[in-house]
């Protein structure tokens, strides 16, 4: 993990409507994508540092169900859900971007920028950073 120092630029990244569910314990679960392979430092640096804190878990999303790392794990789909769990999903590309809908956090970028979100991320939820 980084010093919030050196990531404190990637806060900004987080889209403001997630920061909010978070804070009005919206979720009660976690779920981390495990789709992108490239992106997996990222997503074990979130399960690693959250997993005794969190109900967090490792599932993939339908479109990757039948890829040969998800087919132990629970499907989940990015639509509205009434279970109380949102999935996390990074994603290993050319241009970065940040969306939060029906219950999908999705980064995209290098993988150093996942990285640094990821470390974000975890010190929002341990309260190093205050909603914006």
Do not use: W
Not at 55 to 64: A, K, L, R, T, Y
Request: glycine content about 6%; overall charge negative.
């Amino acid at each position: 993990m980084n010093n919030p120092l050196i990531v404190e630029g990637f806060y900004n990244e987080i889209p403001t409507a997630f920061l909010e569910d978070l804070n009005s314990a919206k979720y009660n679960k976690i779920y981390l994508d495990a789709s992108d392979e490239k992106a997996m430092s990222a997503l074990n640096v979130v399960y690693s540092n959250l997993k005794s804190r969190a109900n967090i878990d490792i599932s993939c999303v339908q479109e990757h169900s039948e890829d040969e790392r998800c087919k132990e794990l629970p499907v989940k789909a990015c639509e509205k859900n009434e279970q109380g769990y949102v999935i996390l999903m990074f994603e290993v590309a050319e241009e970065k971007s940040a969306s939060y809908n029906e219950g999908c956090l999705q980064f995209k970028g290098s993988l150093g920028y996942l990285e640094g979100t990821a470390d974000v991320l975890i010190m929002v939820y341990a309260g190093v950073f205050n909603a914006k």
